[in-house]
C-alpha cells in the first residue's frame, strides 16, 4: 500500500464517520416515531425493530398539520417568487441603468449586510400591527422580503454580459423590459434556480418571525406548528418525533433532488458574504 492509498482510506474513513454522525440523529428520531409510547419508555434500543405508523396517524389526524403545510408552502413560494423578482429588477437597474444615487443605492444594499435581521423585528411587527397583517399570510411573507444577497449576486452576473448583446437588443428596438427577461433572464436560469431554491429553504425554516406574528393556530408555519405538539398532546415521544420527521421531509426530499443547485447557492451566498 502506497503513502497516496493509505491517506484515501484514511480520508474515507474519516468521511464515513463523520457522515454517520451526521445521520444518526435522523435515525434515531425514525425509529423513535416507528414505536409504541411503551417501547420507547421501557426499551432504549436503536435498531428498528418496530414498525408501528400510530405516531403519524395520530398526528395526520388530530393535529392541524396539514394546514400549517399549507401555509409553509404558500408563504414560501410566494415570498421566493417575489425576491427573486425584486431583485433581479433591483440588480439590472444598478447594473445596466444609469441614474443619479446608483451607486450609493448599491451601497446601501451591501452595507444591508450588517443589520442583523433581528433587530428590525420591534420596527416590522409594530409595522404589520397598523397595517392589521398581524395572523395573514402578508405578515409572514412581507417582512421576509430582504435579501439583499440576491440583488448583489444578480449585478454581478448581469455586469459579466457584453455590452454588445445589450446595445443588440435596443438597436432591434427592444426596451429594459425586453432585456431583462428576454436576453439577462434565460442567460442565467442556473443562478436563478439556485437562488430559487435556497430562498424558498431559508424562508420554509424561518421560525422566529412567524412565531412573533402569528398567534392563531390555523395560520402556524410549519416551524411554529410543531412547538404545539406537547400542549396538544403531552409528552409523546413518538409522536413528536413524526411531527418533526413529517415538517422536515419536503426540504429533505427537495435537497436530495436539488442537491447541485442548493451546494451551488449556498457556495454563491457565502462568496458574496466572505
Do not use: H
Request: net charge neutral.
Amino acid at each position: 500500500m502506497t503513502a497516496k492509498q493509505g491517506r484515501n482510506i484514511a480520508f474515507t474513513a474519516i468521511v464515513l464517520i463523520a457522515a454517520a454522525i451526521w445521520v444518526f440523529p435522523l435515525y434515531w428520531a425514525l425509529t423513535t416515531s416507528l414505536r409504541s409510547e411503551n417501547r420507547i419508555v421501557s426499551d432504549a434500543g436503536v435498531l428498528i425493530d418496530e414498525f408501528n405508523l400510530s405516531a403519524y396517524i395520530e398526528v395526520l389526524s388530530t393535529s392541524k398539520l396539514p394546514i400549517w403545510y399549507l401555509n409553509s408552502v404558500g408563504t414560501s413560494l410566494i415570498s421566493t417568487f417575489i425576491v427573486l423578482l425584486t431583485g433581479m429588477m433591483c440588480a439590472y437597474a444598478l447594473s445596466q441603468l444609469r441614474f443619479p444615487g446608483r451607486r450609493a443605492l448599491y451601497l446601501l444594499v451591501v452595507a444591508s449586510f450588517m443589520v442583523p435581521v433581528p433587530a428590525l423585528y420591534v420596527a416590522q411587527f409594530v409595522l404589520m400591527s397598523d397595517l392589521g397583517l398581524v395572523n395573514t399570510w402578508w405578515g409572514i411573507i412581507l417582512p421576509q422580503l430582504i435579501v439583499p444577497v440576491v440583488v448583489i449576486v444578480y449585478k454581478q452576473f448581469f455586469d459579466a454580459i457584453p455590452k454588445e448583446m445589450r446595445e443588440a437588443v435596443l438597436l432591434d428596438g427592444g426596451g429594459e423590459f425586453t432585456l431583462l427577461f428576454k436576453l439577462y433572464l434565460p442567460l442565467n436560469w442556473g443562478i436563478t434556480a439556485a437562488l430559487a431554491i435556497i430562498t424558498f429553504i431559508s424562508v420554509w425554516n424561518n421560525f422566529f418571525w412567524p412565531f412573533l406574528v402569528v398567534t392563531s393556530e390555523s395560520m402556524m408555519t410549519i416551524p411554529v406548528g410543531i412547538t404545539q405538539v406537547n400542549d396538544a398532546f403531552g409528552v409523546f415521544y413518538a409522536r413528536m418525533m413524526a411531527l418533526a420527521l413529517l415538517a422536515a421531509a419536503p426540504v429533505i426530499i427537495g435537497y436530495l433532488i436539488f442537491q447541485k443547485r442548493v451546494t451551488e447557492a449556498v457556495m454563491i451566498s457565502a462568496g458574496v458574504k466572505g
